[in-house]
């Protein structure tokens, strides 16, 4: 400690503090919310399931090291394996309203016969009056129109 100049040896100057003022931290923590709120989605609904990460790996076609990363926060997903974590888990429109921080969310699902046969249709619809974008999920989007 005897060649640290004195402003850095003051003992009461938080680190964390200091950091949170910066812009590059608090763009950071704002890009990496999603994950975080994921992380905690997976972790509670695979313990909830009583699923170990490898049974949940095997579950989703993955490896039990990418399940560990998404818990940590680590991983950025892609849309298919999101879908895959969304379907074995069994998440809601409220599941992916924490995460995308979207506040209440809303599935309509219709079906239509076309020659005997039934396609489903849906839309997600969320609403909340966060800053986050609102999130949008459709199939068949030809005869959906949302621009109404």
Not at 74 to 86: A, K, Q, S, Y
Request: proline content about 3%.
């Amino acid at each position: 400690m005897k060649n640290m100049p004195n402003n850095l040896i003051n003992k009461n100057i938080d680190p964390i503090a200091e950091a949170r003022k910066s812009e590059k931290f608090q763009q950071y923590s704002e890009d990496v919310m999603p994950r975080i709120r994921l992380a905690v989605e997976v972790y509670n609904s695979r313990n909830a399931m009583g699923l170990s990460q490898q049974a949940l790996a095997k579950e989703i076609n993955s490896t039990q090291k990418v399940i560990s990363k998404v818990e940590n926060g680590e991983m950025n997903l892609g849309i298919e394996l999101l879908n895959r974590f969304v379907g074995k888990l069994n998440f809601n429109s409220d599941n992916l309203a924490r995460v995308f921080n979207c506040g209440q969310a809303y599935f309509v699902i219709t079906a239509a016969t076309k020659k005997g046969e039934t396609k489903n249709k849906s839309i997600m619809i969320a609403t909340g009056e966060s800053s986050s974008p609102l999130l949008g999920v459709m199939l068949d989007s030809n005869d959906i129109n949302t621009n109404k």
